[in-house]
């Protein structure tokens, strides 16, 4: 188990709880390991991104996605500025969000490898009539118009507008279907052999 390094009394909430000065100040702050340490054990769904720039179509794996809003119908992500992808999807108007299950897990790798052709195959992706690239075959994909974007530390988080969806394998609510997440560095599948309750 990995603690936080020991705070003074003047470093505690009223509840107890450590607090951090802002990353700005010159206070404490987590080490990179600490805090990949908590996020270790906190599983993720799995994403694909794709856009498409001047020089052609960009895809890279994403467990940050998550929803915001339904009305107006908005999710966000971050993406890594160590990504060949990044500055694509940065510069993007639109992007295209694929939403993985275990069935994709093929694909899931496949943008999370570096140095291979994630297009070379070409029977397994079109262009949508509005350019984006989207993968064949996924459980769920949508396409979404950027709204805005924010620098944070090594990453930038991206703030979409869902306008267009399709969805090639849904669950009726209550199920677990067949669900794709990443856990401390390996994908697992969700399913009723999971399920607590």
Known sequence: MTSLPAAGADDRSE????VLEPVRGLGASLSADE?????RGHPGGVAVITAYGPDGPVALTATSVA???AEPPLLIFSISALSSATPTISNAESIVV????ADDLHLAKLGATSGVDRFGDESSWTRLPTGEPVY????AWVRCV???RMDAGGSTVIA?????ASIGRDIEPGQTGNALVHHNRTWHRLGEHSRLD
Do not use: E, P, W, Y
Not at 98 to 101: A, G, N, V
């Open 15 to 18: 509840s107890g709880d450590r």
């Open 35 to 39: 805090f990949k340490a908590l996020f």
């Open 67 to 69: 929803s915001v809003s």
């Open 98 to 101: 694929h939403l993985l299950d």
């Open 136 to 139: 064949l075959g996924v459980r």
């Open 146 to 148: 950027i709204v805005n």
């Open 160 to 164: 979409a507008h869902a306008v267009q």
